[in-house]
C-alpha cells in the first residue's frame, strides 16, 4: 500500500471513531442458533455487504472498536459475535459439556451466518478468531467472499502427536502448559482478570493500554463457561481432552491441511509475543492460500492487531472486500 492510501485510511479511521455519535452506535443484540445464543454488536446498513469480525482469547468485541467505523463508511454492515465462552454468549443446554474445539468454533461462525441469514460474507479474525475465520474459508468457500487472517493459517492437527518446537517458542507458550494441569484450570478461575492482564502485557509488549482499556473488556471473562471453554481449547490442541464426537471427521479434515481458495490477506504483528517475529514468506506458506492477495507484516504492534493498528486491519478488509466482490 503506498504512503498516501495509508494516511488516508489512518485520517479515516480516526475521523470516524471519534466522530461516532450516540446514534450510530452499535445496535446490542442477540440471536440462537443450534448450540448457542450469541451475543454479538451489529453496525451498518442493514443492506449492506456484511463482515463478521471475530475475536480472540483473551479479549471481546471492543477490540474492533477502532476497525467498525471505516467499514461503515465504506457501506458494509458489521458484525462483531463474542466468541463462546466470552461475553454475552451462552450455550442455550445448561447440560451440554462446555467444549471449544477448533471445529467448534470455525461452527459457530456458519451457525451464526446461518441465524442472521447471511448468504455471502467476508470473516476477519486474530487468535481464536483467526482460526475459526481460517477454517470457515477452508470448509465453506460457496459461503465465506474473502477472509483477513490475522495471524496467519492457523488451522491444527489436532489428530497426530504435537511436535515440539524450539525452546523459545515453547517458552511462549507457558500459558498452554499450564492450562493443561489442574493447577492452571483453578488458577485460571481464581485470577481470571489478573492472568489475562499479564498475557496482554506479554502478547503485545509494544502496547501501552490503559487500565480503562482492559476494564471495558474484563467483565467478559465473568462469563459462566469461560473457564471451561479455555481450558478446554487448550487441552484439546494438546491431545489432552477429547472432542465433540461431532466433529471427529472434520477435525480429521482440518489436519490435512485445507487450502484457503477465498481472497484473503494476511497480516502479522511485527512484534507478536506469541508467535514471535513472523517468519519470511515460504512455499508452504503460499500453499495453502491459493487466492492471496497480500502478506503485511504490520509494524508496531503485537498480537492484539485490530486494537493496535486499527487502521491496518480496515484497509485489509477494504481491499478484501473489493476484491472479493
Known amino acids: 500500500m503506498d504512503q498516501s492510501r495509508r494516511d488516508f485510511l489512518q485520517f479515516t479511521v480516526a475521523a470516524a471513531f471519534m466522530g461516532r455519535q450516540p446514534s450510530t452506535a452499535p445496535a446490542i443484540r442477540s440471536i440462537q442458533t443450534p448450540v448457542l445464543t450469541i451475543g454479538f454488536e451489529e453496525s451498518g446498513s442493514p443492506q449492506g455487504f456484511p ?13 474492533w472498536d477502532g476497525v467498525v467505523p471505516p467499514l461503515v463508511g465504506q457501506g458494509h454492515r458489521v458484525l462483531v459475535p463474542y466468541v463462546r465462552g466470552h461475553g454475552a454468549t451462552r450455550f442455550r443446554d445448561p447440560s451440554a459439556a462446555r467444549m471449544a474445539e477448533q471445529a467448534a468454533i470455525g461452527q459457530d461462525v456458519i451457525d451464526f451466518a446461518d441465524a442472521l441469514r447471511l448468504q455471502r460474507f467476508i470473516v476477519a479474525g486474530f487468535d481464536w478468531g483467526c482460526r475459526a475465520s481460517c477454517i470457515a474459508a477452508a470448509l465453506h468457500p460457496d459461503r465465506v ?6 495471524g496467519g493459517y492457523t488451522i491444527q492437527d489436532t489428530i497426530s502427536a504435537p511436535q515440539p518446537l524450539p525452546p523459545e517458542r515453547e517458552r511462549a507458550l507457558w500459558y498452554q502448559w499450564y492450562f ?3 493447577r492452571g484450570r483453578v488458577g485460571l478461575a481464581a485470577n481470571r482478570r489478573p492472568l489475562c492482564h ?3 502485557e506479554l502478547w503485545s509488549p ?12 474484563a467483565p467478559s471473562f465473568d462469563n459462566p463457561d469461560f473457564v471451561d471453554c479455555v481450558i478446554h481449547s487448550y487441552r484439546h490442541r494438546n491431545l489432552g481432552a477429547a472432542g465433540e464426537p461431532r466433529f471427529a471427521e472434520v477435525e480429521r479434515r482440518l489436519a490435512m491441511r485445507p487450502k484457503i ?65
Open 51 to 63: 463482515i463478521i469480525l471475530l475475536h480472540g482469547f483473551p479479549d471481546d468485541v471492543r477490540a
Open 145 to 150: 467472499a474473502g477472509a483477513v487472517l490475522i
Open 261 to 325: 481458495e477465498v481472497p484473503s490477506i494476511v497480516l502479522f504483528g511485527a512484534d507478536d509475543g506469541v508467535g514471535g517475529p513472523p517468519a519470511a514468506d515460504s512455499p508452504g506458506e503460499r500453499a495453502v492460500f491459493t487466492s492471496r492477495i497480500a502478506r503485511r507484516v504490520v509494524p508496531g504492534a503485537g498480537h492484539f492487531v485490530p486494537r493496535e493498528k486499527p487502521e491496518a486491519v480496515a484497509a485489509a478488509i477494504v481491499d478484501v472486500a473489493r476484491a472479493a466482490r
Open 180 to 182: 493443561n494441569t489442574e
Open 198 to 200: 499479564l498475557l496482554w
Open 206 to 217: 509494544t502496547w501501552h493500554f490503559s487500565e480503562e482499556t482492559f476494564n471495558r473488556t
